[in-house]
C-alpha cells in the first residue's frame, strides 16, 4: 500500500513554485502598468502642446483687440460709440473703416447700472498702439480704462498678479507690473512664485518690515536694480553722507547732532534736497 503522506519538502516546493509564479505576476502587472504610464504621459504632453497652440492662436486672434471700460451705452452702434470716444476723449483721428468690429461684454439687463466693457477689434495693429498710447495720457479718475484684450489665461494669471501687487502696494513698497513680471523693492516674482503662496509667504514679500522698503512711486518703463544690489547702494549712499557730515561737524552750531540725525534717517531722495537747501 502506497502512502500518500505529504512531506515538508513537498509542502516547500509548491509553495517556492507559487511565489515564483505570483513574481511573475507581478513583473507583468509593472510591465503593463509602465506602457499605461508612457501612454498617459504622451497624452498629457499632446495636451500641452495642443492647449499651447489654442492659447497661442487666441493670442493671434485678439493681438490687434482693446477693451475700453468706463463708455456710456447709447442708442449708436458699439463702432460708433468707439469712433466717438476715442476721437473725443483720446484726440485720436480714427474711422469706422479702421475697425473690423466692435462688441459689448456681457448680457444687457433693463435698470443696469453698471456699464459694460467695450471690446474693440482694428484691421491693424498701429492703430491699435496709438491708442493704446493715448489712452496713458488720460487722468486718473476720469472713468474711463483702456487695456488689451487678454485670453483667460492671461488674465487670471494678471488676476494673482495684480491681487499682489495691491498688497505690496498697501504695504507701502514699491511695487509695478511689467512683461507679467511683479517687481517688489527689486524682487522679481512671476505668476507661478505667487499662485500658490500662502499668508506666511505673502508677509515675507509683502510685509511692512521688508529690508530696504521705501515707499515711492517707480516709472512703468524703468527696470529697478537688483535687490541686493539696492540695498548696497543705499548703504554707500548713507555711509557717504554720514562721513560728509562728520567732516562739518566741528563747524557747526548747537544743535548739528540733532540735524544729522534727521538726515541720516531720510531717504536719499529727499536728503540730497535738504542738503542743497542747506548750502
Known amino acids: ?157 494678471r488676476k494673482v498678479l495684480y491681487t499682489h501687487l495691491r498688497k505690496a502696494r498697501e504695504a507701502h513698497n514699491s511695487a509695478y507690473i511689467k512683461n507679467n513680471i511683479l517687481y517688489v523693492n527689486g524682487g522679481q516674482y512671476s505668476y507661478e512664485d505667487l499662485e500658490n503662496d500662502t499668508t506666511e509667504e505673502d508677509d515675507a514679500i509683502f510685509g511692512e518690515n521688508l529690508e530696504g522698503a521705501q515707499h515711492k512711486e517707480i516709472s512703468h518703463n524703468i527696470h529697478p536694480l537688483p535687490k541686493n544690489t539696492l540695498e548696497t547702494k543705499k548703504r554707500e549712499e548713507r555711509i557717504s553722507e554720514d562721513q560728509r557730515y562728520s567732516k562739518t561737524k566741528g563747524s557747526t552750531q548747537k544743535g548739528s547732532s540733532t540735524i544729522s540725525s534727521l538726515l541720516r534717517n531720510t531717504p536719499p531722495r529727499l536728503r540730497s534736497n535738504s542738503s542743497s537747501a542747506k548750502v
Open 1 to 157: 500500500m502506497v502512502s500518500s503522506s505529504i512531506t515538508n519538502e513537498d509542502i516547500f516546493k509548491q509553495m517556492k513554485a507559487e511565489i515564483e509564479q505570483l513574481n511573475k505576476n507581478v513583473t507583468q502587472i509593472k510591465i503593463e502598468l509602465e506602457k499605461v504610464n508612457l501612454k498617459y504621459k504622451d497624452i498629457a504632453e499632446e495636451n500641452i502642446t495642443l492647449k499651447n497652440k489654442v492659447q497661442n492662436l487666441e493670442q493671434k486672434l485678439k493681438k490687434y483687440n482693446i477693451v475700453i471700460y468706463g463708455v456710456t451705452e447709447t442708442e449708436e452702434t458699439a463702432v460708433s460709440q468707439t469712433v466717438n470716444f476715442i476721437n473725443n476723449q483720446l484726440k485720436v483721428k480714427v474711422g469706422e473703416e479702421k475697425i473690423r468690429d466692435a462688441y459689448r461684454i456681457g448680457r444687457k439687463q433693463e435698470g443696469q447700472l453698471k456699464v459694460r466693457p467695450l471690446v474693440v477689434e482694428f484691421l491693424n495693429y498701429s492703430t491699435k498702439q496709438s491708442v493704446i498710447i493715448s489712452a496713458k495720457k488720460l487722468p486718473r479718475g476720469c472713468g474711463f480704462y483702456i487695456t488689451n484684450d487678454y485670453t483667460q489665461e492671461e488674465y487670471n494669471k
